[in-house]
């Protein structure tokens, strides 16, 4: 759309996966135009990266979410022609996203010094999975790893679950946005001073940074370890009520609320301290709340503003009335079928960026692309 807010701009997205594409994929939602460089032949692995059965024109859901909005151009970066086609490409850009092990860009004469050197203008966005040096610099960049190198493991599930990570690539995805912001930033920077950047994130920083509130807590009070609780664990930084409880026909979500104020509602003995007795305590809620179902607490709870929600499934999401309104959900049309999907999480001027266009097929806008830049 010609009045999104990076329209005119032109992003090089050289990054396979899920942490670079999805930067690209956010500056594509905001107007840029985003050509994905590929490998000849199979493309980005991310198209063979299923996370289920469902195979949308030999491409999986994953790569077709991460992805739209994109043009596609593959290219060799072993073969002359190929990388002087790049370095064309990079000499008019203003973006370039790569997310190769360090070392890797440099030797094949592609880094971000070989790019700006054509460019000066050009912001040069990196992520790798531990930083460019140390003894993790080798490591595979590898979501799971990430977090688990991150301590953030010891956060979910409850005290006796062991480690437990995330049920999202959310070291991938967190790693996108931080890059995207810097991005933006630097892009800012650039229309105020001139010049362009090389900005850089990695898995690890981004799963540190996400943990900012917490790590800050272990570090200035003697670096004590997260405690979760046995029963219910929500938080390992919070004490009870703070938790999620089994109801007669469901789950609920308990937020912070004082210990008096429940015991009236609940008609339960809650004497004790919130973070000391937490176990204690929430097994009691627990037994409490199983007896009535989640409208019923809800009904009770609500009434007296005490912080409580049903914990839904993605069909009850996406029945409720609150989600339909935020419009979050386009249908883009692929060449065997249209395909739902979500949209762009921000609103600018009251609008949501729309008319989406599929994820491209290896090489699909080459020929087009090679004529206009060649």
């Known amino acids: 759309m010609s009045d999104q807010p990076l329209d005119g701009l032109l992003v090089l997205d050289m990054a396979q996966f899920l942490s670079g594409p999805s930067a690209a994929l956010r500056l594509a939602d905001l107007g840029a135009r985003v050509i994905k460089v590929e490998r000849p032949g199979g493309g980005d692995i991310c198209r063979n990266l299923y996370l289920t059965d469902t195979d949308i024109g030999g491409d999986s859901t994953l790569f077709h979410a991460i992805n739209r909005n994109k043009e596609s151009i593959a290219l060799d970066y072993k073969l002359p022609a190929d990388r002087a086609m790049l370095l064309r490409l990079a000499a008019r850009a203003d973006v370039v996203i790569q997310n190769f092990r360090p070392g890797v860009a440099d030797r094949l004469g592609i880094g971000p010094d070989a790019l700006r050197a054509h460019n000066p203008r050009l912001i040069v966005g990196t992520i790798s999975g531990y930083g460019d040096s140390g003894p993790w610099v080798d490591l595979p960049g590898q979501d799971l790893l990430a977090q688990a190198l991150s301590g953030a493991m010891w956060l979910n599930g409850s005290a006796d679950d062991g480690p437990v990570p995330f049920g999202l690539s959310i070291a991938d995805m967190l790693a996108g946005h931080i890059l995207t912001q810097a991005i933006l930033a630097a892009l800012v920077r650039r229309n105020i001073k001139g010049g362009g950047g090389h900005v850089e994130t990695s898995l690890l920083e981004a799963m540190v940074d996400f943990q900012f509130e917490v790590l800050t807590t272990h570090l200035n009070d003697g670096g004590r370890?997260?405690?979760?609780?046995?029963?219910?664990?929500?938080?390992?930084?919070?004490?009870?009520?703070?938790?999620?409880?089994?109801?007669?026909?469901?789950?609920?979500?308990?937020?912070?609320?004082?210990?008096?104020?429940?015991?009236?509602?609940?008609?339960?003995?809650?004497?004790?301290?919130?973070?000391?007795?937490?176990?204690?305590?929430?097994?009691?809620?627990?037994?409490?709340?199983?007896?009535?179902?989640?409208?019923?607490?809800?009904?009770?709870?609500?009434?007296?503003?005490?912080?409580?929600?049903?914990?839904?499934?993605?069909?009850?999401?996406?029945?409720?009335?609150?989600?339909?309104?935020?419009?979050?959900?386009?249908?883009?049309?692929?060449?065997?079928?249209?395909?739902?999907?979500?949209?762009?999480?921000?609103?600018?001027?009251?609008?949501?960026?729309?008319?989406?266009?599929?994820?491209?097929?290896?090489d699909e806008h080459g020929a087009r692309i090679r004529a206009e830049f060649g």
């Open 225 to 362: 370890p997260p405690q979760r609780a046995r029963v219910r664990n929500a938080h390992a930084y919070l004490g009870a009520p703070y938790g999620v409880y089994r109801t007669a026909d469901g789950w609920l979500a308990l937020a912070m609320t004082p210990l008096p104020r429940l015991e009236a509602l609940l008609d339960v003995r809650l004497d004790g301290d919130p973070f000391r007795d937490r176990d204690r305590l929430q097994a009691v809620l627990a037994d409490r709340l199983a007896q009535r179902t989640s409208a019923q607490w809800i009904a009770l709870l609500r009434a007296q503003d005490i912080w409580c929600a049903p914990v839904a499934d993605w069909p009850g999401l996406l029945e409720a009335e609150a989600f339909r309104r935020l419009d979050m959900l386009q249908s883009v049309p692929t060449r065997d079928r249209s395909m739902l999907m979500t949209r762009a999480a921000w609103r600018i001027d009251g609008q949501r960026a729309a008319g989406a266009s599929a994820a491209p097929h290896v």
